[in-house]
């Protein structure tokens, strides 16, 4: 049960990834997240040195995205691109699965290249991958996501929230599909389209174990206003998981 | 009325596929069956798909691009490497390498070079345009943009990626009238009708990147 603001920030991926942003403004977003506590921060890879620098020593966890937002890269650069950022110090990795692949029912590919990025994370460094679920059907959605935690993801996303391709956001129904195919200990990081409180409440609600946002400070701002104790929840699963 | 043949349009178009992302290979065949009967400049398609089109391009007699580090231009210098030396290993002809742009917006400018250079240094001999995002700078940022590539031995210019970044007639007759012709520019980005085509190549432009190729040539 969420009773506390530092218990939903437990939850939030505060997120930027804004085409074109400058140092200046990662700085500033950083430094804010970091004093905030939320669970992770998620940047660009072009700014994950300047991350790992404002991270380091924090108890935030440093997240990036590998081959963002199209996934439209073969295992080989995936894994390149992956190697370089953990080389970093990254913490988490959110890879975009091939997104053909889910639409063309290729679920042994895509266990493939996700089981590929997985092999070269160690100990509490986490593999989120993105599915994409506003481009599939909900079957080719749960063939996807069944299919990376096969090929080893600890968390599977629902979507990039990429802005470019106009994507619908994610919604409780999407976080209820996926909870409903998947292992217990494999997480679920909602992303898209998520700005308030109540969004972000609705989809831990469904069993999100992560929230992806970049409107983090705004959705902790609005459960402080209406208190605690309106919502009882799961108690979130094995927290490496999560 | 059009002053340009379509034989001759077509030949300054590099044609991607638009409508759904991430296309099946029935969809990926589907749009190489709508080319008809013109040489494009080059038909582009994404990394993980150069392998696909390569022996099917071929056979058609086009050239292919594919894209880097594309479109949020964020990837590291390193990554975009192996990405573009793994685009030429699948067969591509020509990349289009999107700039670092937070890199550039935060004036780091020898960043935006060494990163053009990296892959310059991989593609001799190969056509090369560097992405520079003129929907998101002013005009003198856009030269200097320019500049930059010029300096990393790029001498040709793709305004945008598209994704909603449009590019307008006077971004490309900005470059065109300051270098002349010492830059070439393809328009990219909103390019999506025929007399849209037309505008851009009476502000310069030396090609002409669209997903709607068949709204742009009038075909079925």
């Known amino acids: 049960m969420i009773t506390t603001r530092a218990q939903l920030a437990s939850y939030l991926d505060q997120t930027n990834l804004t085409l074109g942003a400058t140092c200046g403004e990662l700085e500033t977003f950083l430094e804010v997240a970091v004093d905030t506590g939320f669970r992770a921060v998620c940047v660009l890879p072009n700014m994950t040195s300047l991350a790992r620098r404002i991270t380091a020593g924090t108890a935030t966890r440093l997240a990036t995205v590998v081959s963002f937002p199209l996934g439209s890269d073969v295992p080989a650069v995936k894994v390149a691109e992956t190697r370089h950022l953990l080389d970093l110090g990254t913490d988490e990795i959110d890879v975009v699965i091939d997104i053909a692949h889910a639409r063309m029912g290729h679920e042994d590919a895509i266990s493939a290249e996700v089981s590929a990025v997985r092999s070269l994370l160690v100990e509490e460094q986490l593999l989120k991958v993105i599915i994409e679920m506003p481009l599939l059907t909900n079957e080719q959605a749960v063939a996807a996501a069944r299919a990376a935690e096969r090929g080893g993801a600890h968390i599977v996303k629902t979507s990039t929230g990429f802005k470019g391709l106009k994507l619908r956001g994610t919604t409780p129904e999407d976080v209820r599909l996926l909870r409903s195919v998947l292992r217990p200990e494999t997480g679920i990081k909602a992303a898209g389209g998520i700005r308030t409180t109540e969004q972000a409440l609705a989809l831990i609600e469904e069993g999100a174990t992560r929230i992806g946002t970049s409107s983090g400070l705004a959705i902790l701002e609005g459960f402080l206003e209406r208190g605690p104790g309106d919502h009882a929840l799961p108690a979130s699963p094995h927290p490496v998981a999560a | ?220």
């Open chain 2, 1 to 220: 009325m059009s002053e340009i043949t379509l034989e001759a349009l077509a030949s300054m178009i590099d044609a991607s596929i638009g409508g759904t992302p991430a296309a099946t290979a029935g969809e990926l065949q589907g749009f190489f069956d709508s080319l008809g009967p013109y040489r494009y400049a080059a038909i582009m398609v994404e990394p993980s798909q150069v392998g696909f089109a390569r022996p099917i391009l071929t056979r058609l007699g086009q050239e292919l691009v594919t894209v880097i580090s594309y479109p949020l231009g964020a990837m590291r210098t390193e990554t975009k490497v192996v990405q573009a030396e793994q685009a030429l290993t699948d067969g591509a002809d020509e990349l289009d390498v999107a700039m670092d742009i937070s890199a550039f917006r935060s004036g780091d400018y020898g960043q935006v070079v060494d990163d053009l250079r990296a892959i310059r240094r991989i593609t001799d001999g190969r056509v090369v345009k560097a992405i520079y995002y003129s929907a998101l700078l002013n005009d003198q940022e856009s030269l200097r943009a320019a500049e930059l590539a010029l300096e990393a031995g790029i001498d040709y210019l793709k305004t945008n990626p598209g994704y909603g970044n449009v590019t307008t007639p006077h971004h490309v007759a900005l470059i065109k009238q300051t270098f002349g012709s010492q830059v070439k520019v393809m328009a990219s980005g909103g390019v999506r009708t025929h007399a849209d085509a037309l505008a851009m190549i009476a502000a310069g432009a030396d090609r002409i990147a669209t997903s709607t190729h068949e709204a742009v040539l009038g075909l079925a």
